[in-house]
T-cell receptor, first 112, second 114 residues
């Protein structure tokens, strides 16, 4: 079956670095997204990985290892506004269509 | 470019009633997906429409249905509402679907069933 696992909650300190992990099991992997969702708001796109390796975008980086079914989102120089939920989503390709499978999200709490 | 819009933003209904939610995608986007979000459950995929056709469907009962119009606007209908249907309903649009296109989410409709 299809499954995505993320930690439920993490806490980090302002200015520090945090790594949010995502492991997945799918039959037709075709890419992985990370989204950020602030409380009461809609998710917004952060990154997309389809090949192995690290994608860097400012303070945020995302890593993918397809052989291990593993990804992480790395947040550097944490700011209070980074307090949010981070959602991992995997594109699964079926016989005739694609479907996004979502993790339950990791709530990140930033402390001063 | 205007973002994804959803109406209404908030709804309160009673058990047994039915409800229709609306979503207008970003101009030029042909794919609209609907999700249910509840605390601790993450995003649960309902269905995806592309060019007025349902292309993908999640594991929700038949009480949940949708449609898409020629201008790509989409509606979702829930009949015979149950208390467990209380949730945030999000729609997301993308250019061609979930292959490799990022999805742009609307602000959601918060439905409360009493």
């Amino acid at each position: 079956g299809q499954n995505i696992d993320q930690p439920t909650e993490m806490t980090a300190t302002e200015g520090a670095i945090v790594q949010i992990n995502c492991t997945y099991q799918t039959s037709g992997f075709n890419g992985l997204f990370w989204y950020q969702q602030h409380a009461g708001e809609a998710p917004t796109f952060l990154s997309y990985n389809v090949l192995d390796g690290l994608e860097e975008k400012g303070r945020f980086s995302s890593f993918l290892s397809r052989s291990k079914g593993y990804s992480y989102l790395l947040l550097k120089e944490l700011q209070m506004k980074d307090s949010a939920s981070y959602l991992c989503a995997v594109i699964n390709r079926g016989d005739s269509n694609y479907q996004l499978i979502w993790g339950a999200g990791t709530k990140l709490i930033i402390k001063p | 470019k205007a973002g994804v819009t959803q109406t209404p933003r908030y709804l309160i209904k009673t058990r047994g009633q039915q409800v229709t939610l609306s979503c207008s995608p970003i101009s030029g986007h042909r794919s609209v997906s609907w999700y249910q979000q509840t605390p601790g459950q993450g995003l649960q995929f309902l269905f995806e429409y592309f060019s007025e056709t349902q292309r993908n469907k999640g594991n929700f009962p038949g009480r949940f249905s949708g449609r898409q119009f020629s201008n790509s606007r989409s509606e979702m209908n829930v009949s015979t509402l149950e208390l467990g249907d209380s949730a945030l309903y999000l729609c997301a649009s993308s250019l061609t679907g979930t292959g490799s296109n990022e999805q742009y989410f609307g602000p959601g409709t918060r439905l409360t069933v009493t």
